[in-house]
């Protein structure tokens, strides 16, 4: 008898054969004759790009969410990345699965361009995967998501906040993804599981639900741990 590993792999090749956990990426250049446009054809370019959107993609999915079964996941099958001249926002997610990106940000950007397309496209890939919760949920939450995403893939640019800086656990992107990172060492698998339970609604509870406290009271803890506290 074939062992379980070999039972897995064939329902894995079976599933991906029939398209149900596979996504595709378009990567469209609107601003391919503009300076920025022209830089990403030179050190990015198309085929790298969807490379690191998919990467980006099984990162997200497997490592940070632990969602193993396409059941458990957002139902996405195509991303598109739109690299536009335009200067504000840098990068934006929009609709289900719209990533625009800013050719001006590319042209202007001094170091390591694939690393810093990458810590961006890290962060907007975690808005296509993340449930949302609903109305209910911080702006400044789905933000940390996204930065934790990038936190725990090495990808962090200059200024990142450091353990136990900021002044609200929802102040967002850096700020919140430290504190999640503390949430983690409280409840292993902290961020998959808010996540998960962030499919259909949100409720502040769901810190307490996971650890045991009020989220107040462990951003206190978390304040007092680094030495940040009534500083
Ligand atoms: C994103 O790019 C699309 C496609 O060109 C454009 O229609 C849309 O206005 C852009 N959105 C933002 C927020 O820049
Ligand atoms: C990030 O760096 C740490 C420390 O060097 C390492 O343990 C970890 O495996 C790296 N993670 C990724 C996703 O590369
Ligand atoms: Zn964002």
């Not at 997200?60 to 598109?80: G, T």
């Not at 609709?95 to 800013?102: E, Q, R």
């Not at 808010?194 to 409720?203: G, S």
Request: charged residues 20%; proline residues 5%; negative net charge.
């Amino acid at each position: 008898m074939a062992p379980p590993s070999f039972f897995l792999y064939t329902i894995m090749t079976f599933l991906s054969f029939y398209g149900i956990t596979a996504v595709d990426y378009q990567v469209i250049n609107d601003a391919a004759t503009t300076p920025g446009g022209i830089r990403f054809n030179n050190e990015i370019g198309i085929c790298k790009a969807k490379q690191i959107m998919a990467t980006a993609n099984s990162f997200i999915l497997y490592a940070i969410f632990q969602e193993v079964y396409p059941s458990d996941q957002k139902a996405i099958d195509l991303v598109n990345l739109y690299i536009e001249e335009i200067k504000f926002p840098l990068t934006i997610t929009w609709g289900n699965n719209n990533i625009n990106f800013s050719s001006i940000h590319l042209a202007e950007f001094k170091g390591d361009l694939q690393r810093e397309f990458m810590a961006n496209m890290y962060h907007e890939m975690t808005h296509v995967l993340q449930w949302p919760g609903d109305a209910k949920t911080p702006p400044g939450l789905i933000e940390g998501i996204a930065e934790y995403t990038k936190l725990k893939a090495n990808l962090t640019q200059p200024g990142f906040a450091k353990p136990g800086e900021g002044d609200h656990w929802h102040q967002g992107y850096d700020v919140t993804a430290r504190f999640l990172e503390y949430c983690d060492e409280i409840t292993p698998g902290f961020v998959a599981k808010l996540n998960k339970m962030m499919r259909f609604r949100f409720e502040f509870n769901y810190f307490k639900d996971l650890t045991g406290k009020p989220v107040y009271q462990l951003w206190l803890d978390y304040k007092v741990k680094y030495g940040k506290c009534c500083s």
